[in-house]
């Protein structure tokens, strides 16, 4: 293969012998992250849970804390 043939531009021929690699390598990445999604959601929403609970439990602890984590990122924010 010379020089110019390597700088040509990809034809449609080109394009499509490389698109199954493309998709077998789509469909591995997403066998191996499924479980892995799947399980992060279900540590997010047991998180949610005890977080609600903790909420309900403590209205006034969770009200200061929600007002001081906004007094925070405004003055962060406005250091501009």
């Not at 959601?41 to 949610?48: D, G, H, R, T």
């Given at each position: 293969m010379t020089v110019e043939e390597n700088e040509m531009p990809k034809t449609e021929s080109n394009r499509d012998e490389e698109?199954?690699?493309i998709g077998?390598?789509?469909?591995?990445?997403e066998e191996r992250l499924a479980p892995k999604i799947e399980?992060?959601?279900a540590q997010l929403n047991q998180v949610n849970?005890?977080?609600k609970g903790f909420i309900r439990e403590n209205p006034g602890t969770s009200l200061m804390c929600a007002i001081g984590v906004g007094y925070v990122i405004g003055?962060?924010?406005?250091?501009r």
């Amino acid at each position: 293969m010379t020089v110019e043939e390597n700088e040509m531009p990809k034809t449609e021929s080109n394009r499509d012998e490389e698109t199954p690699y493309i998709g077998e390598t789509m469909r591995d990445l997403e066998e191996r992250l499924a479980p892995k999604i799947e399980e992060a959601k279900a540590q997010l929403n047991q998180v949610n849970n005890r977080l609600k609970g903790f909420i309900r439990e403590n209205p006034g602890t969770s009200l200061m804390c929600a007002i001081g984590v906004g007094y925070v990122i405004g003055k962060l924010a406005s250091r501009r």
